[in-house]
């Protein structure tokens, strides 16, 4: 069957990639594309005494609507502004209405069909008193009874919600609350990716399915498989739940909560990745032990940097001590940021690294085997494999594998859970055993630092990548709002050889500031655990230079001396750097004579293990540590460039110039 000029042959080539990935069997995809042409919603009529038809009838295939698609970055915000989403969230999570939230039922409890009949019945009541246009539901129990009503409408959108709900609720933070927790239990995720790179258009979206689709049961035996599609020419996401085994009349329709990849991909985890739903006991976990992870993880997924010879980069040695700079400094870029800032140092632009004195990329340079036989006195503003300084989960894997189970003093304590679920949910029981606080932050390996992050204390929400933060900031009172609130500092290294290691510091360095006042109540507040969701409002940005930064900290703080703290940090950048060159490639930092580099640290100050979460006297005299959150490539320095006018000047003077001068940078 054809719809006007969108034809099947069109839906799969849109199409059939997702249709594969999410396992639906071809025999049902022309079922499929009717139902979504026709916008055909299943809702409450699914399956039934059709069941016993397997996969050849079309009535096996039914589509679902997502009741919410949300970022949860916006989840509080959205559920604050409407409170028509507050009630049917509620609705769909079973909460209670009251500020004192009463303990209910879980969907994922077992209960029998009596109690199910019972429940129905009172929902159905209910609705009828309220005149509300609800729909009913049961747990997709076939009972053998007409409580399943039957519906056949077209597919409401995503934002629709019945105007019958739309009336305000009373102002209750803990629902909001309830629900922000409870909902990890039945949301599910899709990402659609438009193009190439990560932005924010790519990343995750969370959905929560409709009043049917939220009782479907668990099972390790399931009968049913419930995917996303994202329907293209309705710019909106469905869920397509078939059967994927006979079911016999009476049988409940039950799928399995932990169906995805990383399940395939390491079926041993299986316990691990239903505590979501299903609690586990500390001594059920036994000894698990962390170990350092082996060279594949460093190279997967990787392009492999091939090291010049010994011999070869003799050569080059050789050439870079001869080598004439007394003209302009030609520079081969595709970044010039920093480039259009230089003042002091003359250079020209070159469209050929074969004929550059200075190779300038952003992008990620492989040949430099090719650079020192073509080019040998060329300096090239990258080290081979210095991704396991710049990418996260390669530094977490050096600084977590060295010294003791919780790594360094300096760097927290991390975990990469693609391949330490199990070492991370024993970490975690314990500390919950001891009373210990553990609260974490979970962010991807691949993303800048303000995409995808999240805050949580949760378990279930945790099982994500995640790395944790420092639970216990040291704070800043800002004047323009008066809160105390969290900072981080960024500092720039350059680093022109390894092995030994020579490395030197700006002196100078910015700070990025919080907006909210500093609280552990909403961890999903980004305006106050995070300092660089902020740029795109100006207004919220406070833009303060180092020097003004240090007269106020030592004014708040006034046991504190700048100069010791400054001294903690340059011993911690020291020692990242030294860990990143302590293994040979692919597990360290490749020597190469001709490469430098410019890296942007990240800084937080934290109190000692005797600081407490919250700062109440600021007049009580403790110790302050510095702590390492991560290495950048190639930062962004346009706040530095605006701030100190000799920046560009002293990267490009201290990296291939070899004029250092000790007013600007520190030899760390």
Not at 290 to 301: A, K, N, T, W, Y
Not at 326 to 332: A, D, E, M, V, Y
Not at 338 to 354: A, F, G, M, T
Not at 543 to 572: A, G, H, L, P
């Given at each position: 069957m ?5 034809h099947?042959e069109h839906?799969l ?9 999410g396992g639906i069997p071809?025999?049902?995809w022309?079922s ?8 055909v919603?299943?809702n409450?009529?699914?399956f ?5 038809i397997?996969?050849?009838?079309v009535?096996?295939?039914r589509?679902?609507?997502h ?6 970055l916006h989840?509080r915000?959205?559920l604050e ?10 609705s769909l999570?079973?909460i209670e209405?009251?500020?004192?939230c ?5 969907e994922?409890e077992?209960?029998?069909?009596e ?9 159905l ?5 309220s005149c509300?246009?609800?729909?009913c539901?049961?747990?997709l129990?076939v009972l053998?009874?007409p409580l399943i009503?039957?519906l056949a409408?077209p ?6 919600v019945?105007?019958s709900?739309?009336y305000?609720v009373k102002?209750?933070?803990s629902?909001?609350?309830e629900?922000l927790q409870?909902?990890w239990k039945?949301?599910?995720t ?7 790179e990560m932005?924010?258009?790519?990343l995750?979206?969370?959905?929560i399915m409709?009043e049917?689709?939220?009782?479907i049961?668990h099972?390790?035996r ?11 020419p309705?710019?909106?996401?469905y869920s397509v739940?078939?059967?994927?085994k006979?079911?016999a009349?009476g049988e409940e329709i039950?799928r399995?909560f932990?169906d ?5 991909e390491?079926?041993?985890?299986r316990d691990?990745?239903m505590?979501?739903w299903?609690e586990m006991?500390?001594e059920?976990?036994?000894d ?5 992870p082996d060279?594949?993880f460093?190279?997967s ?6 090291v ?5 980069q ?11 700079l007394s ?5 081969f ?6 480039i ?8 020209v632009?070159v ?5 550059a004195?200075v190779?300038?990329l952003r992008?990620?340079?492989?040949e430099?085997v090719?650079?020192?036989e073509?080019?040998p006195?060329?300096?090239i503003?990258?080290?081979p ?11 977490s894997?050096?600084l977590?594998n060295?010294?003791?189970e919780?790594?360094?003093s300096?760097y927290q ?5 693609y391949t ?5 949910v024993?970490y975690y029981l ?5 009373g210990?606080d ?6 991807p390996w691949n993303?800048a630092?303000?995409m995808?992050?999240?805050?949580s204390?949760?378990?279930g ?5 995640m790395e ?7 704070l800043f ?8 609130v969290k900072f981080?500092l960024?500092f720039?290294?350059?680093?022109t ?7 030197f510091?700006y002196?100078?360095?910015w700070i990025?500031f919080?907006?909210n ?5 909403r961890l999903d507040?980004v305006d106050t655990h995070?300092t660089?969701?902020?740029?795109t409002?100006d207004?919220k940005v406070l833009r303060?230079n180092c ?7 030592e004014?708040?703080y ?7 703290i400054q ?10 750097v030294?860990?990143a060159?302590?293994?040979d490639p692919p597990?360290g ?7 430098r580099?410019m890296y942007?640290?990240?800084i ?5 293990d005797?600081?407490?979460?919250h700062l109440?006297?600021?007049t009580e005299?403790?110790e ?5 959150l991560e ?7 346009e706040r530095?460039?605006?701030y ?5 000047d002293?990267?490009?003077?201290t990296?291939?110039l070899n004029?250092?001068?000790k007013?600007?940078?520190t030899e760390?």
């Amino acid at each position: 069957m054809e719809f006007g000029d969108y034809h099947f042959e069109h839906f799969l080539q849109g199409h059939k990639s997702q249709l594969e990935a999410g396992g639906i069997p071809p025999e049902l995809w022309g079922s499929l594309y009717s139902k979504l042409m026709q916008q055909v919603s299943d809702n409450t009529n699914v399956f039934g005494p059709s069941c016993r038809i397997f996969r050849t009838d079309v009535a096996v295939l039914r589509i679902l609507d997502h009741a919410w698609t949300f970022r949860p970055l916006h989840a509080r915000a959205q559920l604050e502004e409407l409170p028509q989403l507050v009630e049917r969230m509620k609705s769909l999570l079973d909460i209670e209405g009251d500020d004192e939230c009463n303990e209910s039922v879980g969907e994922n409890e077992i209960t029998s069909d009596e109690q199910e009949r019972l429940k129905v019945e009172q929902q159905l009541q209910a609705s009828s008193n309220s005149c509300e246009l609800l729909l009913c539901w049961t747990r997709l129990h076939v009972l053998g009874c007409p409580l399943i009503l039957l519906l056949a409408a077209p597919l409401p959108r995503l934002e629709s919600v019945d105007a019958s709900l739309c009336y305000t609720v009373k102002d209750n933070s803990s629902v909001v609350d309830e629900i922000l927790q409870k909902m990890w239990k039945y949301i599910q995720t899709y990402t659609i990716k438009y193009k190439q790179e990560m932005d924010e258009e790519s990343l995750p979206l969370w959905y929560i399915m409709d009043e049917f689709g939220v009782r479907i049961s668990h099972s390790d035996r399931p009968n049913v498989r419930v995917v996303p599609l994202y329907f293209v020419p309705h710019n909106a996401a469905y869920s397509v739940i078939f059967l994927i085994k006979p079911v016999a009349d009476g049988e409940e329709i039950c799928r399995d909560f932990a169906d995805h990849v990383i399940s395939r991909e390491h079926p041993e985890w299986r316990d691990f990745l239903m505590l979501p739903w299903v609690e586990m006991e500390l001594e059920h976990l036994g000894d698990i032990r962390r170990e350092p992870p082996d060279e594949d993880f460093f190279l997967s997924g990787r392009t492999v940097d091939v090291v010049p010879s010994e011999s070869a980069q003799k050569v080059a040695a050789t050439v870079l001590e001869r080598r004439n700079l007394s003209g302009p400094l030609r520079i081969f870029a595709d970044e010039l940021q920093l480039i259009e800032n230089l003042k002091e140092v003359d250079y020209v632009e070159v469209s050929d690294w074969r004929n550059a004195d200075v190779i300038w990329l952003r992008r990620h340079f492989s040949e430099f085997v090719q650079a020192c036989e073509e080019n040998p006195g060329v300096l090239i503003n990258q080290f081979p494999y210095e991704s396991c300084i710049t990418v996260k989960d390669l530094l977490s894997a050096i600084l977590m594998n060295q010294d003791s189970e919780d790594g360094q003093s300096w760097y927290q304590t991390c975990f990469n859970l693609y391949t330490e679920l199990p070492q991370f949910v024993s970490y975690y029981l314990r500390r919950k055993a001891s009373g210990l606080d553990n609260t974490w932050i979970i962010k991807p390996w691949n993303l800048a630092r303000n995409m995808d992050i999240h805050v949580s204390n949760d378990l279930g929400q945790i099982i994500r990548l995640m790395e944790s933060g420092p639970k216990r900031p040291v704070l800043f009172n800002r004047v323009d709002n008066n809160c105390m609130v969290k900072f981080d500092l960024r500092f720039i290294m350059f680093v022109t050889d390894v092995r030994p290691l020579r490395a030197f510091v700006y002196n100078n360095f910015w700070i990025r500031f919080a907006i909210n006042e500093f609280s552990m109540h909403r961890l999903d507040d980004v305006d106050t655990h995070f300092t660089v969701f902020n740029y795109t409002d100006d207004e919220k940005v406070l833009r303060m230079n180092c020097d003004d930064f240090v007269k106020r900290f030592e004014d708040t703080y006034v046991w504190i001396k700048w100069s010791d703290i400054q001294s903690k940090i340059m011993v911690v950048l020291r020692k990242a750097v030294e860990a990143a060159c302590l293994f040979d490639p692919p597990r360290g930092i490749a020597k190469n004579v001709q490469s430098r580099a410019m890296y942007g640290a990240d800084i937080m100050l934290q109190w000692s293990d005797s600081g407490a979460v919250h700062l109440i006297n600021i007049t009580e005299e403790r110790e302050i540590l510095a702590t390492l959150l991560e290495f950048n490539f190639m930062p962004d320095c346009e706040r530095a460039c605006r701030y100190y006018p000799d920046f560009a000047d002293t990267v490009f003077q201290t990296l291939f110039l070899n004029n250092i001068n000790k007013d600007k940078v520190t030899e760390i």
